[in-house]
């Protein structure tokens, strides 16, 4: 009778392709995962801290009121389509280095602000920046 005393091989647990597989799988949630949280943003626009304000020697301010209706430099605009912004911007303009200052209502549509942008562009202003107010004075 053969009564060996062998050592026997413990079996080994190789963890690495169940790493792998892990990784894998965590990759793979993570590309499909949608974020359904953007859509329950809520914003609260124009309001920005700023140090101080700046004076800009050749600007236009572009007015846009909550229901869409626009002025430039404090003259009211009879129409709302970009042709009428965009001439409005170039009578307007001193030379092509004149600042437009987008003086928008929080809760005009983003549309108006956009076809100030667009106005501007078509008439050849590339220096466009937006007029906000601090939190202390959107408290008041």
């Known amino acids: 009778m053969d009564f060996r005393h062998?050592?026997?091989d413990e079996p080994e647990i190789n963890l690495i392709p169940f790493i792998d597989v892990l990784l894998v799988i965590l990759i793979f949630l993570m590309?499909?995962?949608?974020?359904?949280?953007f859509t329950e943003m809520q914003l609260r626009l124009p309001v920005a801290n700023a140090d101080a304000?700046?004076?800009?020697?050749?600007?236009?301010i572009v007015s846009?009121?909550?229901?869409?209706?626009y002025m430039v430099n404090k003259t009211p605009l009879p129409e709302r389509s970009v042709e009428a912004v965009a001439s409005a911007l170039t009578a307007a303009s001193a030379?092509?280095?004149?600042?437009?200052?987008?003086?928008?209502?929080?809760?005009?549509?983003?549309?108006s602000v956009i076809t100030v942008m667009e106005a501007a562009r078509r008439a050849g202003l590339m220096q466009i920046t937006f007029a906000t107010q601090t939190a202390a004075q959107a408290g008041q």
């Open 95 to 111: 030379s092509k280095d004149s600042v437009v200052i987008i003086s928008a209502d929080a809760s005009s549509s983003h549309q």
């Open 53 to 60: 304000q700046r004076d800009y020697p050749k600007e236009i």
């Open 64 to 69: 846009v009121a909550a229901d869409g209706r």
């Open 31 to 37: 590309l499909t995962t949608t974020y359904s949280k």
């Open 6 to 8: 062998g050592s026997r």
